[in-house]
């Protein structure tokens, strides 16, 4: 009985929720933000409901910090309500010798259909694996150097595949990569003035 104790006092203390109620389209859902520190990863995700139902929607990391104080992984995310649907902004990056984490952005837009189902539009992503130059094997490379043979464009070919399948998402270039980066980055300084404001 006392070990179920400690073990309910912990899992207390290693999350703990907030309740955010919206309607979009006449349909009512609740976004439940809660909170995380365990072992070398602390941080926060929402998950999104609809009304009456307890399986949530979708789920969203807003903040992610892994690792020690040298080599960290870190992700942060918002999102914004408006009369049609939500739309996610996720945004990953790396600082000290993380080498292998990810750096990128994604946008994700969910909106609410007909039926009443909450169904995701688009989703778009460019993603880093890792440091450049720390992945010679694979074609991470390539977004930085065209590909010159078919071989090289192969490699590239299952990079993106493998990139758009971990991170839910198609992959975009060039140009229209810079400005998803931007779009993410603009969204996450409006969330931080956002609590500010409320501050």
Known sequence: MKKILIFA???TQLF???TENITIKHQKFSIVQESYDIYDSKGEFIK???????????RLTIKDVTGGCASKGLQD???KVDSKGITFYSFWDRSGKAYLEPYGARIQRFEVQKDGQFKKVSS????EATRKKNDDDSGMKYLFHLPKTDIQQAKLDDYILEMEKTYKGKFVFGQEAKELIREVKKALREKIKSRWQRS
């Not at 999104?48 to 979708?58: C, D, M, P, Q, R």
Request: charged share 10%.
């Open 16 to 18: 703990s929720a907030s």
């Open 77 to 79: 995310g918002a999102y």
């Open 124 to 127: 778009k992503i460019y993603i």
């Open 9 to 11: 006092l912990t899992i």
């Open 48 to 58: 999104l409901y609809a009304e009456g139902n307890s399986t949530s929607l979708v």
